[in-house]
């Protein structure tokens, strides 16, 4: 089960971000989670998104109720505001030579709201990924899917170089499957860089990287 957050800060997003890190570093501490990673929105670098892979919902309602949890998070919320989702990972394909995502210098977060058949919608999607594990070679995608509300996805794409992620998306197969998925959702497309991701007692930390100009698995540009 995953945990999704997307925080968009008021302050400092320096600031916000040391403390937020040290947040998700109890948080990754805790023996019931799987992994932990925070991606920075490049074209709207007071937006982030975190996301939280828990081995049971109970052990992620048991880790909020802990004083220091209710300490740290008293103290981010007054810097941000704060949309939680929960989701399933329903799909997750990594390329050739897998890489981690906080050595991906390309990273893509769609969001996808389902109007059309959820069944075909996923299996044009999971093509999709397929396309881009082959294509992108040292890469990764993930597919989640709302609990809350079972129409709407996420999908997470990173590659370990930018151009390759391009490549995969200029594939003709890629390029019209994401026409296909487009007539059955409402499409919305994040460009960001991970911040930090944790497995385990395993945590590394991004240096922060200037945004760079990068075309869409549609082939428009990312959300501004």
Known sequence: MAIVNRFTVKEDTRLFEREFLQ??????????????????????????????????LAAFLEAVHDETYLRRAERLGRMMDTHADQAVSVRRVLGEKSCDLTTSTAVFITHFQVSGNCREF?????????????????????????????????????AHASGRLKRAHHDARYSQLSSMLAE????????????ASQSGDRTLIAPPKPSREAVSPSGRHPVQ
């Not at 990754?28 to 670098?45: E, L, N, W, Y």
């Open 23 to 56: 947040h998700a570093g109890w948080f990754g501490s805790q023996a019931s989670i799987d992994f932990m990673a925070t991606f920075q929105a490049t074209k709207r670098p007071e937006v982030y998104l975190h996301f939280g892979f828990w081995q049971t």
């Open 184 to 195: 059955a959702a409402d499409v919305v497309i994040e460009e960001a860089r991970c911040v």
């Open 122 to 158: 996923e299996r044009n999607l999971y093509e999709r990924c397929d396309v881009f594990a082959e294509h992108a070679g040292w890469c990764g995608t993930q597919v989640l899917r709302s609990i809350i509300s079972p129409r709407s996805y996420i999908n997470l794409e990173w």
